[in-house]
């Protein structure tokens, strides 16, 4: 399992790397202009460190990649995904992950990044795709539903967040100083957590 985690993360990285200019423009847009030059950053140090050492479990790679993220990642979002990637190395596990881990891990990482960024839903920020995502996730497991379809529903939540910052006036961070000038565009912050839970529920699918 840590292979293929480690996989997974290099896979994430990459598609961060891609869209580094996508989410530049996007941040231009509403705050410094550097989301995506940071994660990019980030990412790319994490894929150095991840090809350079072998794993004996999952939490390792969490962890590592919580400390590097945190370290090299500058504004708010580096501190951000690490606090949520510290917390999901706490309780994740190195067996086939059911519906019930994929809910705790999704709230421990809710939890960081609320406890970071004192943020809600509904503030134009990176919780906007990731709780709605949680959220179908519990929905799925109470209602019974298979692995592969619950985690289908999930990615198509996260989507329907993040699209739905557009519409949204942000209230946290940098483009907060915009007021009502923010209501139009994509939250940056929003897109990189769909693109990573996009290429982690792709990776984990197959």
Avoid: W
Wanted: hydrophobic share 35%; with cysteine; proline share 1%.
């Amino acid at each position: 399992m840590a292979n293929k985690t480690k996989k997974l993360f290099l896979k994430t990285a990459d598609v961060i790397i891609e869209n580094k200019e996508y989410l530049t423009e996007l941040d231009a847009a509403i705050g410094d202009g550097d989301h995506g030059i940071n994660l990019a950053r980030g990412f790319k140090k994490l894929k150095e460190k991840l090809k350079k050492q072998s794993f004996e479990s999952r939490n390792e790679i969490f962890k590592l990649t919580a400390m590097t993220l945190i370290s090299n990642v500058g504004g708010a979002s580096g501190p951000l995904y690490g606090t949520a990637f510290l917390n999901i190395s706490k309780v994740i596990s190195d067996n086939q992950l059911d519906l019930d881990d994929l809910v705790e891990i999704a709230e421990e990482a809710i939890a960081g990044i609320q406890k970071r960024g004192k943020a809600e839903a509904g503030e134009k920020t990176m919780l906007d795709t990731i709780i709605p995502a949680a959220e179908s996730l519990k929905q799925s497991r109470d209602n019974k539903l298979d692995l592969d379809t619950a985690l289908s529903d999930c990615l198509e939540s996260a989507a329907e967040g993040m699209k739905n910052t557009i519409e949204m006036q942000a209230t946290k961070g940098r483009a907060s100083y915009l007021g009502k000038r923010s209501i139009g565009h994509q939250d940056p912050g929003a897109t990189s957590a769909y693109l990573m839970l996009k290429t982690f529920i792709k990776g984990y699918s197959k």
